[in-house]
């Protein structure tokens, strides 16, 4: 059975799916910040190295979070085929990375 309104129910909340990736977004943000101020402290080429990977990365993060939110908003309206992965593999991406700063902190602490 079709809603009149479309396939699709208002009540899947796109917004809270995309502030929750956002907060994923600044939840590495802040936590590399803080990593590579402890690295700073061992060695300055490494936390550079470590920020320029994982900054960036997280910034992106949220870009492609807002870009899935207006894709799959449009999507839904237009009954097109949804967004891949990429904003998930971003993240995950940025876990790794995250990991191996936090190796090089205890490697050189």
Known sequence: MERPGGPWDPGLQIERTTLAWLRTALTFVVGMLVLLRLIAHESNLAAAVCGALTLPLGVA????AWRRHLRIE????????????ALPAAVAA????????????????
């Not at 993060?61 to 492609?64: T, Y």
């Not at 940025?94 to 602490?109: K, R």
């Open 94 to 109: 940025l876990a790794v990375l995250a990991g191996c700063s936090g190796l090089i902190y205890v490697l050189f602490a």
């Open 74 to 85: 449009r999507g839904l309206h237009a009954e097109t085929p949804l967004p891949g992965g």
């Open 61 to 64: 993060i949220s870009w492609l």
